[in-house]
């Protein structure tokens, strides 16, 4: 598994990279033994301009066997907030297609 971090309009620092990294670990256990996966998170900003509300942005995309994409897509406060709703996206999205992957992969094999 291969995670890629893109900041936009943010320089992230060494605990959130880390964090993100904790988190997105979390999610192989509903993922198969896939050769090649890719791993996609972009955090950021929404704006330049504004200081408070929802200005931070998270985003996790997995590239899946078959030319399918999971994303998820979270806006918050803080960053971190934003990092775990948009990994609890995404583990519901793989708890509900796990039993397919699954099937699909034995029925190649």
Do not use: C
Request: glycine fraction near 4%; proline fraction near 3%; hydrophobic fraction near 40%.
């Amino acid at each position: 598994m291969q995670i890629r971090v893109k900041e936009t309009e943010i320089k992230i620092n060494r605990g959130i990279y880390s964090f993100l990294e904790k988190k997105i670990k979390t999610l192989e256990k509903f993922l198969p033994d896939i050769p090649d996966l890719i791993i996609e998170a972009e955090l950021g900003l929404t704006t330049r301009h504004h200081q408070k509300g929802n200005v931070y942005r998270a985003e996790i995309q997995i590239a899946m066997p078959g030319k399918r994409m999971l994303r998820a897509v979270s806006e918050k406060e803080n960053l971190r907030s934003a990092i775990l709703e948009a990994k609890e996206q995404m583990e519901a999205q793989l708890i509900k297609r796990k039993d397919t992957f699954i099937a699909k992969r034995k029925k190649v094999a």
